[in-house]
């Protein structure tokens, strides 16, 4: 299973006195994707988001871009070839600090099955100063002996603790840097090996899936970004029209709006569910490219679901949340 938040993280960190604080970052992160790459915790070519700020300047960037190195290349060479690109088109001034960071696809293991799992792992390295810290966050339960809705996977477990483990290990020599577990999260407690689930006194896994994903998931739904200023509301109390969105499986949610209270946004069916989860996060984007255009939340809605050839209807919102299973 994979969690929106972190299940886990770690982190390297080492006095490095950087000549070059973009090599130097960028040095890091592709030496670490490297070692997941050897245990197929990585899969494809890496894209590296790669952000140079500048110093005693608040929000002000010299450089911000994606890069795509060649992974068949030696870290050191890469390194220095895409420090030399990021040098030559950013803008000048005083180097404050550097970020640079990979969300990363993997394989995970059950017996002789791989499966390619996206969203895996996000690996980032920042250089401030004369300090290089890189991180490894996890975002999947595979390394666990029960999954995040506490139920046991010791096939899963068996197969792919052992590659974290061993990727650790690993992460602790080319970075030439002891490992620092962080703090457990909802989800887990990282340790030097791996990370563990939290018990019950009988010894079996809580759900912590139902405890803290999908509320999370749900709120994505019901507050709008920037303590609720970018778009439109995402909460309505009287009536509001609809219309369902169906998938392969049926009907995945509703697209739902209200001019009176200047609100529209999606009512997932089941918003555990991936299908619908992912659905709805996918309508929100255009709501939100709808409101950037200056429509009505009525106007968004009959424009976005013309295509879906169901009829608009109105539904007070406590109705309208009853249609689905809540979360």
């Not at 299940?7 to 592709?30: I, N």
């Not at 992460?171 to 840097?177: D, I, P, T």
């Not at 709008?224 to 995945?252: D, H, M, N, Q």
Request: aromatic share 8%; proline share 5%.
């Amino acid at each position: 299973m994979i969690s929106s938040t972190p299940v886990g993280r770690w982190t390297w960190g080492r006095g490095d006195q950087p000549l070059r604080e973009t090599f130097s970052s960028l040095h890091a992160l592709l030496a670490a994707w490297s070692v997941l790459a050897r245990y197929r915790l990585a899969i494809g070519n890496p894209i590296i988001s790669v952000s140079v700020h500048e110093a005693g300047t608040a929000n002000s960037c010299l450089f911000q871009g994606k890069l795509e190195p060649d992974s068949a290349t030696p870290a050191s060479d890469v390194a220095h070839q895409l420090a030399n690109e990021v040098e030559a088109a950013q803008n000048s001034g005083e180097i404050g600090a550097v970020y640079a960071d990979i969300k990363i696809s993997g394989e995970i293991l059950t017996g002789d099955h791989a499966t390619h799992e996206e969203g895996l792992f996000l690996i980032g390295s920042s250089t401030v100063l004369d300090y290089v810290s890189t991180e490894l966050v996890t975002f999947s339960d595979a390394w666990m002996p029960y999954d995040l809705r506490g139920r046991p996977q010791h096939a899963t477990h068996a197969t792919n603790a052992p590659r974290l483990s061993a990727a650790l290990r690993d992460l602790s020599e080319v970075l030439h840097s002891e490992i620092d577990p962080d703090e457990p999260t909802s989800f887990a407690k990282p340790t030097e090996a791996g990370v563990d689930n939290y018990l019950k006194d009988d010894g079996t896994g809580y759900d912590v899936w139902s405890s803290f994903e999908v509320p999370y998931r749900y709120s994505q739904f019901t507050h709008a970004p920037g303590f609720g200023r970018i778009g439109y509301k995402r909460s309505a109390e009287g009536e509001v029209l609809y219309v369902p969105v169906t998938g392969s499986r049926g009907v995945l949610g509703y697209l739902w709006a209200s001019d009176a209270e200047q609100a529209a946004s999606f009512e997932p069916q089941d918003v555990g569910d991936n299908e619908s989860y992912q659905s709805g996060l996918t309508w929100l984007s255009r709501l939100r490219s709808a409101h950037d255009r200056g429509l009505s939340p009525s106007e968004a809605l009959a424009e976005l679901t013309a295509p879906l050839n169901h009829e608009i209807r109105t539904v007070g919102m406590t109705s309208l949340k009853e249609l689905t299973s809540g979360y």
